[in-house]
């Protein structure tokens, strides 16, 4: 189906989504598990490493190459854009949270922003039993 994903991760990614990101996949299929960091040094690069070791190992076990990417950005939404552009990448695949209060209304989503302004197809996984 893809040939280069983007598979956007964060704290909060659920299982969902990195098994949608997995069902999506043929063989061949290069992933990068994206997580966006306010700052990169050492430190971060091992505590973030060992955070999402259990999507690698879930790539790993599908029989997938992936890659852990890290970038540095203040600008989740700009940077995954650009990431996806620099890379060629064919998909971006990542997970939705529900808009919630007054500051939804006049903010957007990473996933809205995303679905806008990227430059590939956009697969935004919902977490099962999640509101829209």
């Known amino acids: 189906m893809f040939k280069k994903m983007v598979l956007c991760v964060t704290d909060a990614?659920?299982?969902e989504v990195?098994?949608?990101a997995v069902k999506l996949c043929e063989k061949g299929t290069e992933v990068t598990v994206l997580n966006v960091v306010r700052l990169v040094n050492d430190l971060v690069k091992k505590d973030t490493s060992e955070r999402f070791s259990w999507v690698l190992e879930r790539l790993k076990k599908a029989k997938l190459k992936g890659r852990l990417e890290l970038?540095?950005?203040t600008d989740v939404k700009s940077a995954i854009i650009d990431f996806a552009k620099k890379n060629k990448s064919d998909v971006i695949v990542t997970g939705?949270?529900?808009?919630r209060g007054l500051v939804s209304y006049f903010s957007e989503s990473v996933s809205d922003y995303l679905v806008k302004?990227?430059?590939c197809t956009v697969i935004l996984v919902r977490k099962a039993g999640q509101p829209v």
């Open 13 to 15: 990614t659920p299982e």
């Open 18 to 20: 990195v098994q949608a």
């Open 71 to 73: 970038v540095e950005s």
């Open 96 to 99: 939705t949270i529900p808009k």
């Open 117 to 119: 302004k990227s430059p």
